[in-house]
Each structure stands twice: as structure tokens, then as C-alpha cells.
Nanobody, 124 residues
């Protein structure tokens, strides 16, 4: 089975930084898209950042609320995606989830997989 495991969350003061990691493991033929989502208590899950590949085209996208502060990156050799979070604000407090769109075999349809989530708390 495919498993996505996040790490790197924790407690940080406003203005601080954290780096989240998400490693995908298991039977994976190809990963097309990877991204980060977050969900605060009582709120809907929202997209934070994504990094995508379609043929020879690759690009990253960010929510307006995190542009200029967060950076998404990917290590294809390790099947790992990262989220560098700088200038953190209290409103960034949420559970952060890793997401991947992938095929488990060359004949499979693409499916979306989710990690278990990691808590990020920004507070003084």
C-alpha cells in the first residue's frame, strides 16, 4: 500500500520558521502532483501549495495567503516533498496534510493519497 508520512510540525513563535517533510513509500509507479493542505478547527481544508508535472511542464502554485512566505520543493529521488514556512503567523496554525496524485502501476488510474497530518501551532 501507498503511505505518505509528514514530519516537521511543532510549536513556533510568530515570525519563526518551520520545514515540513512528506515522504511517499510503497508501490508507486509515478507521482504527478504533490502538495500541502491545511485545516484549522472549525474551518474547511484549504490548499496551501502544490508542485505539478505534466509532460515536460512543471510549476508550483501557492495560496495567496502564503505567497512570499512559503516555498514548496520536491526531491524526486526520495519521493519527498517539502514545505519551507517562513514568517509564520498565528493564522497559519492548523493541521498540515501532504497530498500526492500518483499511479501505483503503469496501468492504473491516478489516485489521490493523503498523509496523516502534522500539527503546526504559531503562538507566543
Amino acid at each position: 500500500q501507498v503511505q505518505l508520512v509528514e514530519s516537521g510540525g511543532g510549536l513556533v513563535q510568530p515570525g519563526g520558521s518551520l520545514r515540513l517533510s512528506c515522504a511517499a513509500s510503497g508501490s508507486i509507479f509515478r507521482i504527478y502532483d504533490m502538495g500541502w493542505y491545511r485545516q484549522a478547527p472549525g474551518k474547511e481544508r484549504e490548499v496551501v501549495a502544490s508542485i505539478r508535472s505534466t509532460g515536460s511542464t512543471t510549476y508550483a502554485d501557492y495560496a495567496d495567503s502564503v505567497k512570499g512566505r512559503f516555498t514548496i520543493s520536491r526531491d524526486n529521488a526520495k519521493n519527498t516533498v517539502y514545505l519551507q514556512m517562513n514568517s509564520l503567523k498565528p493564522e497559519d496554525t492548523a493541521v498540515y496534510y501532504c497530498n500526492a496524485v500518483l499511479q501505483v502501476t503503469a496501468l492504473s488510474y491516478t489516485k489521490t493519497y493523503w498523509g496523516q497530518g502534522t500539527q503546526v501551532t504559531v503562538s507566543s
